[in-house]
């Protein structure tokens, strides 16, 4: 794999001294930017969006919708605390509508996350159901348009 690919999945960012040239400011200045944009909480971490093209691995990506029974002391936050520190879990949001908590996690395969729904995120005390839906293909990620190469540009999606 690319080293700096392989650096910025992993969090990795450019030093400060390689952001000061370029935003024009020292190493110094930015690294107390930097500190202080995560003290702040205003800064949390970044990652790169990749192409769909450039497969890193066979995960899986899905989105699952939980209707929960809010607690008596702590309602929803409790359960969506619990439910967010699971490491396969990349977002956790509460939600008006149908369902109360939107879930999107990873796994390495589509049993792995199944096995992750019925046997941790269905068992937990308060949650009343769950529906998954798997990722399939990426067309906008995070304001950026995936570009994917078409099988045949000329025609339709569909075809009569």
């Known amino acids: 794999m690319n080293q700096v690919l392989e650096l910025l999945l992993k969090g990795e960012v450019l030093n400060t001294e390689e ?6 400011m020292s190493s110094e200045e ?3 930017a930097l500190t202080s944009l995560k003290q702040e909480g205003i800064l949390l971490g970044w ?7 450039y497969n890193i691995g066979a995960s899986v990506r ?9 607690q008596v002391e702590g309602g929803y936050d409790r359960i969506a605390d619990r439910i967010s520190r699971f490491d396969q879990v990349e977002s956790c949001y509460l ?16 049993q792995s996350i199944a096995a992750f729904v ?10 009343t159901s769950t529906a998954t839906h798997f990722m399939l293909r990426p067309y906008k990620e995070q304001g950026y348009m995936v570009e994917q190469e078409r099988s ?7 075809s009569p």
């Open 19 to 24: 952001m000061g040239h370029v935003l024009g």
């Open 30 to 32: 930015v690294d107390a």
């Open 47 to 53: 990652r790169p969006i990749l192409s769909a093209a």
């Open 62 to 70: 899905a989105v699952i919708e939980v209707k929960i029974r809010p």
């Open 95 to 110: 939600m008006s509508g149908r369902y109360d908590l939107l879930v999107f996690m990873k796994g390495d395969t589509l």
């Open 118 to 127: 019925y046997e941790r995120l269905a068992m937990i005390e308060g949650v």
């Open 152 to 158: 045949q540009p000329d025609k339709p999606a569909v």
